[in-house]
């Protein structure tokens, strides 16, 4: 299915909510549909056009994968509550790292680890559960597009790979938002009074953290990327990137830990400037501030002993690194 895109300058904000609102209500008719939020803005976007459209009828669900940051889910489903949205978070941890296991190569760990489980196993049981026929999701131009290249498989991208979804799991999907990169999607966020905590936040990928540990998903090196993640997102939230995070490797390096010999971990730094992530530059990070995330990275997190920064630009580089 070929997707045509609606170019920032060519968006008439208003008119689009309206028709994007008119094709959820027409394609749902009068049964329920259910909705998969993450709380970045694409997901965010969708869920109020989604409610705009059903009210009630469509149920909102954040899948808890194990891989998210600190508090995220309770976090994001405190913001929609502000907003009278009622998300309702599904613990879905132990189906995600029991699919991860043993899985190395990166595109097996988009696929069976991440896609499989969210589509088949736990969206499939939520939409049977309750009566729904459709599913509705944040996927941009910029997804397909990279997975059309055959850059790489964006979690969320099932039609263009020849999926028919009602036939492999049971529902429809729609995806209001797959003519819109992310400035326009920013655009239609303010436009539905999302607030700026949600429709200025950091691009974050589908397979969440899974797409920052190089290796096998465990939930120990989770544990381990996570706090980095805090780390650097602590320290890098005032400047202006387009997006920015912590990487874990998977070989070790010789350090040094009370005098001793230590094989630790290594974590890799990034941080680009961008417009649509098409395209995408390392900042020109301060190097007392690349210094002092290098101090806290290896003084709160015993086991890294080593920090590099990326300086390579995308392409060749990518703005994640599975
Ligand atoms: P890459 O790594 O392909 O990332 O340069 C481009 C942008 O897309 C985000 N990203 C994803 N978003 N599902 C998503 O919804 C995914 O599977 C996925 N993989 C990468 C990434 O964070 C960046 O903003």
């Known amino acids: 299915m070929k997707v045509r895109e609606i170019r920032m300058q060519d968006l008439k904000v208003d008119a689009f909510i309206d028709e994007q609102v008119a094709a959820i209500r027409q394609a749902v008719g009068d049964g329920l549909a259910v909705n998969a939020l993450s709380g970045g803005v694409d997901s965010s976007v969708v869920t109020l056009l989604g409610h705009r459209a059903l009210a009630d009828r469509l149920k909102t669900y954040f899948i808890d994968n194990g891989l998210m940051r600190e508090d995220e889910p309770q976090l994001i489903a405190d913001i929609f509550a502000r907003m009278e949205v009622k998300v309702e978070i599904i613990n879905a941890r132990k189906q995600f790292f029991a699919a991860l296991k043993g899985v190395e190569d990166p595109e097996i760990k988009r696929d069976k680890g991440i896609t499989q489980v969210f589509y088949k196993d736990v969206f499939a049981k939520l939409v049977k559960s309750c009566g729904a026929k459709v599913l509705l999701q944040g996927t941009n131009y910029t997804d397909v597009e990279e997975t059309v290249a055959g850059i790489k498989r964006q979690h969320n991208i099932l039609a263009q790979l020849g999926i028919d979804t009602e036939k492999a799991y049971g529902y429809k999907v729609i995806e209001p938002i797959i003519e819109l990169r992310k400035p326009a999607i920013r655009c239609v966020a303010k436009a539905l009074g999302l607030p700026e905590e949600i429709y200025s936040r950091p691009p974050f990928p589908g397979p969440a953290l899974a797409a920052r540990v190089?290796?096998?998903?465990?939930?120990?090196?989770?544990?381990?990327?996570?706090?980095?993640?805090?780390?650097?997102?602590?320290?890098?939230?005032?400047?202006?990137?387009?997006?920015?995070?912590?990487?874990?490797?998977?070989?070790k390096v010789t350090g040094i830990r009370d005098g001793k010999r230590r094989f630790g971990h290594q974590i890799e730094l990034r941080c680009w400037d961008s417009d649509d992530a098409?395209?995408?530059?390392?900042?020109?990070?301060?190097?007392?501030?690349?210094?002092?995330?290098?101090?806290?990275?290896?003084?709160?997190?015993?086991?890294?002993?080593?920090?590099?920064?990326?300086?390579?630009?995308?392409?060749?580089?990518?703005?994640?690194?599975?």
Do not use: W
């Open 214 to 251: 190089i290796g096998e998903v465990t939930e120990e090196r989770v544990a381990l990327i996570r706090a980095a993640t805090a780390i650097v997102e602590a320290e890098l939230q005032d400047c202006v990137a387009f997006q920015y995070m912590a990487i874990l490797h998977e070989d």
């Open 278 to 322: 098409v395209t995408a530059a390392p900042t020109s990070l301060p190097f007392e501030l690349l210094r002092k995330i290098a101090d806290r990275l290896t003084t709160e997190l015993p086991g890294v002993v080593s920090v590099t920064y990326n300086i390579a630009a995308k392409p060749p580089s990518c703005i994640e690194a599975v």
